[in-house]
């Protein structure tokens, strides 16, 4: 720990001190009490020391949250990347390097999204079981979840609690309708089907057009989205013992088009690089196609009024099949297809203790990922011009064979040669991939009371993960019935010139293919790879320790410091262009993190706080070696990183008709060694991690049932990679709402991007980029009995 961060510290926790030791002591009101369920301890958000923000389901309606993704826009300290694609958490992009598409195979998230307590598969982040509608809470968690949650939380968790059935009859509706062709069709419904037994069914159907167009495919809904989610829950609570029995199913079918713009840096030319024209330039339709079965079933008994176990058995079934354009512009470059699957078990006990002095929660974990990849791709123009490609070794048909002196055509015939020559030969390429994860953990996470005023926190987890990738079945060849085409054509070609020896055309063509397709051949298939079978395992046994202490100042302030080490498995990186696999560690963070928490005013006013410094080692970076080579991309671990920030919390209710909250966050991370060989990064701050990012909200209901609600965020500027290059400008977007709202229904008009702000949330420059929403407005109409 350096000194410059013990001052630091200390100074934090001096100012924390100061304002603790202002607040009154207070009896706590229950009605503005805020449960915090992620941590597998049902606790008031004033005891969590976590740095979390809770979205409650009346504030998931007020701010018109349709999913996760619209719920991490109003999380300070969280940054929503690619329209909501991807997002990162104090600095930590889960946005890209979180799949074998990106050289990362491990197939490890450095944050993760549960839902009802089971994890999802990292790319169903978007498009899986992720929307709002008949969802009771959503929190949000900043900072490691190592010690309870386990995997892939070295930055923070998503945690999604959906309604549960009860024995009341209740129902619910809504229907919403907005520009760009944005459609919701959603409805609930639940009761008891016996003394014993309740079910809770929704579903929600949700498109849109999307706001980019294309040009070259003359289409204008490039950027669509439709998904159908599908949910149903039965519950068993038994009549003579302290015992109830979940089953949850989960049924996602989702597709989603392309995002991406061209601006000013683009490499085609075309007509106009304004990015805000929201045009798209790709001549291949750009999509994912996705879909997620999943079943969840949780057991619960009471053994005694302290003693409480849960058993938590998950599995999911989540496929995903796309298409991109490999450089989406309007040539033919690469066109790809990839189709993903992978099978997912995990099974959880734990024991869950609530005495006077002691709470917490301990058990057991396991589970296992069963992950497959096959990719298919075509490689087009780009390199297979008729006029050649001196630059890979590649002659041009005329210089190879129609005017090759050994031959001896004549001149005369060149031009008609010339005419047969296609345009390209297309190299087609792929391989399978698959990737098995086995994860076994112990964990223990415990409060123990040691005076009035002093309590101490003790938590670990031993945690072993093992993984398994093999990549087979890899080729790379060109495009058979092109290279036929070729000769069918050449051939006709020869024989229609007049006194052409007929003996003379199979010469030709021999030499056509040895000296023109065979020197594509020899030129290109070696850019492609190794094509062997390769294969690579490992494993990580670590410990994970958790310490804090706490002191209440009284019932409504306290103050606490705590000390944890977070994780992310190591895993094997395939480098396309080489062919190459990588072998990387793992990485480990120590989170030093003061917690200060305050409730005013009988609980109408919360102010809570978090200062953290993250000292970050070996932390894997997913990035494109070579620029101007799109297979280069690996992951590497940088030497060393730290980040310093602090987040604050504020939730207000003045009057019962008004609700206000904000946040705001400061993150300032760096690499403080970081060097590839080839380039040093050392210095250079985290790729997609703005230091400022701030939100606020709030709502007025009025006496009749008119009422107003609308939400600001800002988000500082940033870069797009590590190299500290390719900047993004700061933004505020603002959204408003007004309705009018009785027992049963809530009738609302809503406008998004108030000010119709104009702005970046990706710049990858030649690539592509990706911009905010538009202005647009809607209405809903929502119903409830």
Do not use: C, H
């Amino acid at each position: 720990m350096t000194s410059s961060f013990s001052s630091r510290l200390l100074g934090a926790s001096v100012l924390a001190l100061s304002f603790a030791l202002t607040a009154q002591a207070q009896d706590r009101s229950d009605e503005d009490v805020i449960i915090v369920t992620g941590q597998k301890i049902d606790r008031d958000l004033q005891d969590v020391n976590a740095s979390v923000a809770v979205f409650t389901g009346d504030v998931l309606d007020q701010n018109n949250v349709l999913s996760v993704a619209d719920a991490l826009e109003l999380v300070a300290g969280v940054n929503t990347t690619q329209e909501g694609r991807g997002y990162s958490i104090r600095g930590a992009n889960v946005t890209f390097t979180q799949t074998v598409d990106a050289g990362l195979v491990n197939n490890a998230p450095l944050s993760s999204i549960y839902v009802d307590g089971v994890i999802l598969p990292p790319f169903q982040t978007q498009g899986g079981p992720t929307r709002a509608w008949d969802v009771e809470q959503i929190e949000v968690f900043r900072g490691p979840q190592s010690t309870v949650l386990g995997r892939n939380t070295l930055s923070g968790a998503i945690v999604v609690k959906t309604k549960d059935p009860s024995q009341e009859t209740e129902g619910a509706a809504r229907v919403e309708f907005a520009e760009y062709g944005r459609r919701q069709y959603a409805a609930a419904l639940g009761g008891g089907l016996t003394d014993t037994l309740s079910a809770r069914l929704s579903v929600e159907y949700f498109e849109e057009d999307g706001d980019i167009t294309n040009p070259f495919l003359n289409i204008d809904n490039q950027d669509f989205v439709e998904a159908l989610s599908l949910r149903g829950k039965l519950l068993y609570e038994a009549p003579n013992a302290p015992f109830t029995a979940k089953l949850t199913l989960n049924y996602v079918e989702s597709e989603e088009g392309f995002g991406g713009v061209y601006d000013a840096d683009n490499r085609f030319g075309v007509p106009d690089p304004d990015p805000f024209l929201r045009e798209g330039w790709n001549n291949t339709p750009v999509f994912d196609d996705r879909e997620t079965k999943q079943a969840i079933l949780e057991l619960n008994y009471e053994l005694n009024d302290q003693w409480s176990v849960t058993s938590l058995t998950g599995y999911s079934d989540a496929e995903l099949f796309g298409q991109k354009d490999g450089d989406n512009g309007p040539i033919l470059f690469e066109d790809a297809f990839r189709d993903r699957r992978e099978k997912t078990w995990s099974q959880e006990l734990r024991f869950n203790l609530e005495s006077d002095r002691l709470t917490g929660v301990t058990g057991a974990f396991l589970f296992t990922s069963d992950f497959e990849l096959e990719n298919f791709g075509e490689l087009g123009d780009i390199f297979l011009t008729r006029d050649g490609n001196p630059g890979l070794g590649i002659p041009s048909a005329e210089a190879a064979i129609y005017s090759n002196p050994a031959l001896g055509l004549p001149s005369a015939v060149v031009p008609l040669l010339n005419s047969a020559t296609p345009e390209a030969i297309e190299i087609q390429f792929g391989d399978m991939n698959t990737y098995v994860n086995d994860n076994y953990a112990l964990f223990a996470d415990f409060d123990y009371r040691v005076a009035d005023q002093w309590t101490l926190s003790l938590g670990g987890r031993l945690d072993y993960q093992a993984y398994d990738y093999e990549r087979f079945g890899a080729f790379g060849r060109l495009k058979a019935s092109d290279v036929q085409s070729y000769l069918t054509d050449l051939e006709g070609a020869l024989s229609s010139i007049p006194g052409f020896p007929a003996a003379a055309v199979p010469q030709v063509l021999g030499a056509v293919e040895q000296n023109y397709i065979g020197a594509i051949s020899s030129a290109l298939l070696p850019r492609l790879g190794s094509t062997a079978d390769q294969s690579a395992d490992g494993n990580d046994t670590v410990f994970l320790p958790k310490a804090g202490l706490t002191y209440d100042f009284n019932p409504n302030a306290s103050l606490a410091f705590t000390v944890q080490r977070g994780y992310r498995t190591g895993g094997i990186s395939f480098q396309a262009s080489t062919g190459i696999m990588f072998p990387y560690d793992p990485e480990f963070t120590w989170n030093y993190e003061t917690a200060l928490r305050t409730s005013w005013l009988d609980n109408r006013l919360i102010v809570n706080a978090n200062a953290y410094y993250i000292d970050w080692k070996d932390q894997q970076v997913g990035f494109q070696e070579d620029l101007s080579d799109p297979f280069s991309g690996k992951t590497v671990n940088a030497g060393e990183s730290t980040v310093l920030g602090a987040e604050v919390e504020i939730i207000a209710r003045p009057t019962d008709n008004l609700n206000l909250a904000a946040s705001i966050g400061y993150n300032d991370t760096e690499f403080d060694e970081f060097n590839t060989g080839n380039n040093d990064f050392s210095g250079n701050p985290f790729a997609l991690a703005p230091k400022w990012t701030g939100s606020i909200r709030g709502s007025y209901d009025f006496d009749n049932g008119l009422f107003v609600s609308g939400n600001g965020i800002f988000v500082d500027d940033r870069f797009q990679f590590e190299r500290a290059t390719n900047r993004l400008d700061s933004y505020v977007v603002v959204n408003a709402r007004v309705g009018y709202r009785t027992d049963q229904f809530t009738i609302a008009g809503f406008v998004n991007n108030l000010f119709d702000e104009e702005y970046l949330t990706q710049n990858r420059s030649t690539i592509f980029s990706t911009v905010g929403n538009p202005q647009s407005f809607g209405a809903s109409l929502s119903v409830n009995w």
